[in-house]
């Protein structure tokens, strides 16, 4: 079966294929609600056009904000992102659990140690005031840590002494699975992708925005999962145990496994 792909901060981990659009038998997406004219004409074309994961959660879009999905299929990291599209209206035979190669070589660690990694909220407007003053509550609450902030070209930058930047399409996610392990503790208001990387390295993630004051209405929600939350300034509890096996499977499926699959939808 030939196909092509719209990579997308290089979350398609499978080989790209040596199909132009035009040639492809189906044509992978990172997501299909913006694009509803152009997978229109795609279907006019005869192809059919599926969806994947693009980042941790990303699939609770539909259920969590109302997105119509309009693709033919949907390929997702786990059990919890087929169980929120199944919620959101679609047939459970339109979804293949594949998880990611991108995560499968990861191994938990114990970490003890002292390094403490900010993580600033990347969100759909600029949020440097915000991620500033999280930041310094933080510095200033707990300072027996070393602190370094994760910075990316979406978030903007920040005023801290260590930084650890990526531009998100340049090989982020190596990056992250490289330098990651360094650290021993992890703080942001809002988990997301990097904060999977992190517990399934059996990093501790706290989550110090519970109640999401940089939400304004109308803003997307959050994907429902068991966040250890923590009040800035108050001691810091124990992580609860999350069962990743639940939001990403691993090993991954094959690209057969897919490419199989898709000719049944």
């Known amino acids: 079966m030939r196909y092509f792909v719209y990579n997308h901060h290089d979350f398609w981990q499978y080989p790209m294929g040596g199909s132009s659009l035009l040639e492809a038998d189906v044509v992978f997406m990172w997501s299909d609600w913006p694009f509803a004219k152009e997978i229109a004409k795609l279907h006019l074309l005869g192809k059919k056009v599926v969806i994947y994961e693009h980042g941790f959660g990303s699939m609770f879009d539909y259920e969590l904000n109302d997105r119509e ?18 919620r959101a209206g679609v047939d459970p035979s339109r979804i293949l659990i594949t998880g990611n190669p991108i995560h499968d070589d990861i191994k938990k660690t114990k970490h003890t140690g002292k390094k403490a990694l900010f993580v600033p909220l990347h969100w759909c407007r600029d949020l440097r005031t915000y991620n500033q003053s999280v ?46 392990p360094e650290y021993d503790i992890v703080f ?25 004051s940089y939400k304004a209405l109308g803003e997307p929600e959050e994907v429902p999962v068991d966040n250890t939350y923590l009040e800035i300034g108050e001691k810091i509890p124990k992580e609860k145990p999350i069962d990743m096996d639940r939001y990403i499977k691993r090993p991954s499926v094959k690209l057969d496994l897919i490419l199989d699959w898709v000719k049944t939808l």
Do not use: C, H
């Not at 999905?69 to 199944?86: F, H, M, Q, T």
């Not at 990316?152 to 996610?173: C, H, M, P, Q």
């Not at 942001?188 to 999401?212: C, H, N, Q, W």
């Open 188 to 212: 942001t208001p809002r988990a997301s992708t990097f904060e999977s990387f992190a517990r399934l390295m059996g990093i501790p993630v706290y989550i110090v925005d519970k109640k999401a």
């Open 69 to 86: 999905p309009i693709a033919d299929g949907y390929i997702v990291l786990g059990k919890e992102s087929k169980n929120s599209l199944i």
């Open 135 to 180: 930041y310094e509550q933080l510095k200033n609450a707990y300072p027996e840590y070393e602190w370094t902030v994760k910075l990316t070209d979406k978030t903007g930058k920040l005023f801290a002494e260590r930084t650890w930047y990526n531009d998100v399409d340049s090989n982020i996610l190596e990056d992250i699975k490289e330098r990651l």
